[in-house]
C-alpha cells in the first residue's frame, strides 16, 4: 500500500505519449486545415491511429488508463459538478467524473472529425465538410475547456496536473477516490 502525501504513478507511459502525441497532431492539423491539405490528411489519419489505440488501451490497459475507472454514471457526475461549483470538489487520483467524460467527448468529437474528414472526398462542398468543419470548431472548443478545466483542478486541488501528465505522477491523498 502507498503512503498518503507519496508521488504515485498514475498514467502509464502509454497514456502520456498518446496524449501529448495527440496534442501535437491536432495542433498540425488544424494550422495545416487551409494550406497543405496532404499534411492535414495525413495528421487525420494519424489521430484517428491514434484513437483506436486509445480505445484499445482504454479496455486492457492499466487501471487509471482503462475507461471503467474514470467514466462516471449520472448521478456521481452531476454530484462532482455541483461540488466543483461549490467550490468542494473530492480529489481523485485519476481523472474526476468531469475530466473523464471529458476524454470521452473528445475522442468522439475527433473521430467525427477525422471520419467526415474522409468521407469529404476529393469534394469541396456537401454536408460531410460541413461536419467535418462543424466537428473541428467543436473539438477547439472541447480543447479550450478541457485546458480550462485542467487549469481549474489544478489551482484547486494544489497540483500541477500538466506535470503529472508528464511524469505520470500524483500525490496521493487520504481522501482519494
Same mark, same amino acid.
Given at each position: !500500500?502507498?503512503? =498518503?502525501?507519496?508521488?504515485?504513478?498514475?498514467?502509464?507511459?502509454?497514456?502520456?505519449?498518446?496524449?501529448?502525441?495527440?496534442?501535437?497532431?491536432?495542433?498540425?492539423?488544424?494550422?495545416?486545415?487551409?494550406?497543405?491539405?496532404?499534411?492535414?490528411?495525413?495528421?487525420? *489519419?494519424?489521430?484517428?491511429?491514434? /484513437?483506436?489505440?486509445?480505445?484499445?488501451?482504454?479496455?486492457?490497459?492499466? +487501471?487509471?488508463?482503462?475507461?471503467?475507472?474514470?467514466? *462516471?454514471?449520472?448521478?456521481?457526475? /452531476?454530484? *462532482?459538478?455541483?461540488?466543483?461549483?461549490?467550490?468542494?470538489?473530492?480529489? *481523485?487520483?485519476?481523472?474526476?467524473?468531469?475530466?473523464?467524460? !471529458?476524454?470521452?467527448?473528445?475522442?468522439?468529437?475527433?473521430?467525427?472529425?477525422?471520419?467526415?474528414?474522409?468521407?469529404?472526398?476529393?469534394?469541396?462542398?456537401?454536408?460531410?465538410? =460541413?461536419?467535418? =468543419?462543424?466537428?473541428?470548431?467543436?473539438?477547439?472548443?472541447?480543447?479550450?475547456?478541457?485546458?480550462?478545466?485542467?487549469?481549474?483542478?489544478?489551482? !484547486?486541488?494544489?497540483?500541477?496536473?500538466?506535470?503529472?501528465?508528464?511524469?505520470?505522477?500524483? !500525490?496521493? +491523498?487520504? =481522501?482519494?477516490?
Amino acid at each position: !500500500m502507498v503512503a =498518503e502525501n507519496q508521488k504515485v504513478l498514475v498514467w502509464d507511459p502509454f497514456v502520456r505519449v498518446f496524449h501529448w502525441s495527440l496534442v501535437l497532431t491536432y495542433l498540425v492539423a488544424w494550422v495545416s486545415a487551409e494550406e497543405w491539405a496532404s499534411l492535414h490528411e495525413q495528421a487525420g *489519419y494519424f489521430i484517428l491511429v491514434l /484513437i483506436g489505440l486509445r480505445v484499445v488501451w482504454g479496455v486492457i490497459g492499466t +487501471r487509471h488508463a482503462q475507461f471503467r475507472d474514470f467514466v *462516471y454514471g449520472r448521478a456521481t457526475t /452531476i454530484g *462532482y459538478l455541483k461540488s466543483l461549483k461549490a467550490g468542494t470538489p473530492r480529489h *481523485y487520483l485519476g481523472h474526476n467524473p468531469a475530466g473523464g467524460w !471529458m476524454v470521452i467527448v473528445l475522442l468522439l468529437s475527433l473521430v467525427v472529425a477525422g471520419v467526415s474528414g474522409i468521407l469529404i472526398g476529393d469534394t469541396e462542398h456537401g454536408l460531410w465538410k =460541413e461536419i467535418h =468543419e462543424a466537428s473541428a470548431n467543436l473539438t477547439l472548443l472541447l480543447v479550450v475547456v478541457h485546458i480550462s478545466g485542467v487549469i481549474a483542478a489544478s489551482l !484547486m486541488h494544489g497540483e500541477n496536473l500538466v506535470r503529472a501528465m508528464l511524469t505520470g505522477r500524483k !500525490m496521493r +491523498r487520504s =481522501e482519494d477516490v
